[in-house]
């Protein structure tokens, strides 16, 4: 849910750059090495290079930003990264390609968007993984904080870690200096109740140093997500498996050691 932002005098340009870092992560069982080759293959069908780069587009317009370049790679033997620059709608707009399979880049005019995958199925229980890394890096009056909604919709999110920090300053009408042009109590001001309301959440706010986290974890858990479609995922078996991924998810929530 996008919070109306408190709204600040300023004297010519706003110098402040404002990041936010998302750390989504999904889990999935495999029994055989069969199953991990097929969920690699299924994530790097799923979220290539291409697809990602269209992510990054939809957040561009989200944020009311305007794409300059994109840069896109697909990696061996899986993974891809996106780089996409911006600027603030109204600037000119360059044309862009996009190359590769997994990898994308997308440049703004002193603003950027970035994404890498990161799929892991060498777990020795057959809990894998997929982690997506995306960082929004914006200057002016652009809040990235609006495309959270966005992201949830667009991951199947167990485990999510979101990072927002400000740095730099203006100035007001009065020359003052300006460290920070929208008022925050926490990321979760951003994110639709009804989303938040999977999820337990913890907080973490530096409000003097203009630093905030929120961390999320899934409270209930669909058991025929986590599984193969031919997989009884109501058995004995499957459901101590289930067990397994509810380890993990604390696991990387709270910072545990596997």
């Not at 780069?53 to 896109?72: N, P």
């Not at 060498?122 to 997929?130: E, L, Q, R, T, V």
């Not at 009065?174 to 009804?194: C, N």
């Amino acid at each position: 849910m996008f919070v109306p932002r408190e709204r600040v005098r300023l004297q010519g340009f706003n110098n402040l750059t404002k990041v936010v870092s998302f750390n989504l992560y999904d889990f999935f069982v495999a029994r055989t090495d069969e199953e991990r080759h097929g969920y690699v293959r299924y994530i790097d069908e799923k979220f290539s290079a291409e697809r990602i780069t269209d992510m990054l587009r939809e957040i561009a317009h989200i944020i009311d930003a305007e794409v300059l370049s994109v840069s896109a790679q697909d990696y061996e033997p899986q993974g891809a990264s996106s780089l996409v620059l911006m600027s603030d709608l109204g600037q000119k707009k360059v044309a862009d390609e996009v190359m590769g399979h997994t990898t994308v880049g997308a440049h703004l005019t002193k603003s950027h968007l970035c994404a890498h995958t990161y799929p892991d199925w060498y777990d020795p229980k057959g809990i894998c993984s997929f982690r997506v890394d995306i960082d929004i890096a914006t200057c002016g009056t652009i809040v990235p904080l609006r495309a959270l909604n966005f992201m949830f919709e667009s991951f199947e999110n167990d485990v999510v870690i979101i990072d927002y920090v400000v740095r730099g300053f203006t100035r007001d009408a009065e020359g003052r200096r300006v460290y920070m042009d929208h008022t925050l109590k926490s990321i979760q001001d951003f994110i639709d109740p009804k989303i938040l309301a999977d999820y337990h959440c913890e907080d973490l706010v530096l409000q003097n140093e203009n630093i905030w986290q929120t961390k999320m974890m899934r409270t209930r858990l669909d058991p025929s997500a986590y599984f193969p479609p031919d997989v009884d995922p109501a058995a004995p078996e499957s459901l101590a498996r289930l067990d397994d991924v509810r380890r993990e998810m604390v696991g990387i929530f709270y910072g545990w050691p596997g």
